[in-house]
Structures are given as structure tokens and as C-alpha cells.
């Protein structure tokens, strides 16, 4: 599929990775619709995309919330007539051994990484359903292939994503809507500042900074994702720094 002119919506647009594939994205001739929580740097996203010649719209979204996903939607439909592609991207990774297990974080850790992601595909699919296509990608992550210690219960986020991805996969075959699971290692974000504990937040931020993959690789993997004939469907896509053993 050529990506000029493709409308796609993409969550957690204004840092990491939704950044980068924002930006790449435009650059290929994509009209992008952001959404994030912070107005401050959708603004100042948009206003670098349309600075590169690119097309770019924000609104405020918190994914934990149906109603401000379905208006996400509802802006890319009205400002540019489709959705063809929506990427679910939006995602937090506290930290911690099960014993430790804050009913709190855990109930966000679901709304964000579970949620988020089932609300993105119940807004957008009656919105492809009607084009007759559409290109649905989902941020996982190598944890919904490897468990370690102190990641158990992010990682069962991702094993549920993963799920949740192979599912619409097979639901949506006859209705020409592809689904891809990017399932990223380690990668040098903002994401892990949602570690509570300064100690384990501290130790996640050395190993980024070792290991840490760029997020335009990512970005890259999408690219290729959505490049491919109508025909042929990247339904997953797994990326590790090569010195990153789990």
C-alpha cells in the first residue's frame, strides 16, 4: 500500500514512538491524526510536521477513556474523510514484583495497555467496516514472548494484546482489514519514567541507555508494515537490540 495520502491515527503520538512514526509518516506523505494527553507537545508536534510540508491534526486523548477515543476518531473522519490506518499505541510499563503489587498501578496498567487498545479497535472498525479496508497495528512488546522477574504483570498486558491482535486478525479477514502487532525489545523512551520505584527506574534507565533501540527502528517497522500489497499481511513483528538477551 502507498502511505501518501493514507489517514492514520495514532495514539501515544507525542513522545517515543508515536512520535517518530508521526514524523516519519508525514514525511511520506501521510495525513496524521495524534492523540495524547499532553497539548503541549501534540502542538508542538503538529506544528513541526506542517513546518516539514506535512499534514497533521491533534486532539487530547486519555485511551483509558472510550469516549475521548471515539472523538479521536470522529476528528480524523471529519477532517480528512477516513481512517485507514490506526496505530494503538499508547502504553505504560510500571515495574515490580507481584508481592509488591499495587492494586492501583494495576488497575491502570490494564485501562492503558488493555483497554486502550480494545477501545481503538471498538471506534475505529465500524469506521472500516464502511471503507471496506483497513490497517490496524498495536504496540506490544518482546515481554508477551519472555517473562522476566519484576515484569509478570506488565507482561501479561502484552500476552493479552497479543491475543487480542491474532483475534481481529482472523475476525477481520473477510472485511479486508489487516492487524500487526509490533513487538518491540527495549526501546530509548520516556516510558520507563512511569516506574514508580526510583531505585528499579533508575537501573530500566542504564539498561535503556545500553540497550536501548532508537524509536525510529520501530517507526521503520511500521513503514514496512503498512508498505505491503493488499494481498500480504505483516501480522507481527518482533525487534531486539542484538545484545539484548531477554
Do not use: C, W
Not at 516519519?24 to 503538529?46: P, Q
Amino acid at each position: 500500500m502507498e502511505i501518501k495520502n493514507q489517514v492514520v491515527v495514532i495514539t501515544g503520538a507525542s513522545t517515543g514512538i508515536g512520535r517518530a512514526t508521526a514524523l516519519a509518516l508525514s514525511k511520506l506523505g501521510a495525513k496524521v491524526v495524534l492523540g495524547a494527553r499532553r497539548a503541549s507537545k501534540l502542538e508542538s508536534l503538529v506544528a513541526e510536521i506542517k513546518q516539514n510540508g506535512g499534514d497533521a491534526v491533534y486532539q487530547i486523548t486519555d485511551v483509558t477513556d472510550f469516549s475521548q477515543v471515539k472523538k479521536l476518531i470522529d476528528v480524523a473522519v471529519t477532517q480528512f474523510g477516513r481512517v485507514d490506518v490506526l496505530f494503538n499505541n499508547a502504553g505504560v510499563i510500571p515495574v515490580g514484583s507481584l508481592s509488591d503489587l499495587s492494586v492501583m498501578s494495576t488497575e491502570h496498567l490494564v485501562d492503558v495497555n488493555i483497554k486502550g487498545v480494545l477501545y481503538g479497535i471498538k471506534a475505529v472498525l465500524p469506521v472500516m467496516h464502511q471503507q471496506g479496508s483497513g490497517h490496524i497495528i498495536t504496540t506490544g512488546s518482546n515481554a508477551s514472548h519472555v517473562i522476566t522477574p519484576e515484569f509478570a504483570t506488565y507482561a501479561s498486558t502484552k500476552f493479552a494484546v497479543r491475543a487480542i491482535m491474532d483475534g481481529l486478525r482472523q475476525e477481520e479477514i473477510g472485511n479486508h482489514i489487516r492487524a500487526t502487532l509490533i513487538a518491540p525489545g527495549t526501546v530509548n523512551t520516556n516510558l520507563y519514567e512511569s516506574i514508580s520505584d526510583p531505585v528499579k527506574q533508575q537501573q530500566s534507565k542504564e539498561f535503556v541507555a545500553a540497550h536501548g533501540m532508537n524509536p525510529a527502528v520501530i517507526a521503520n517497522a511500521v513503514i514496512y508494515a503498512l508498505e505491503q500489497p493488499d494481498n500480504i499481511g505483516v501480522n507481527e513483528v518482533l525487534i531486539r537490540d542484538v545484545e539484548q538477551a531477554d
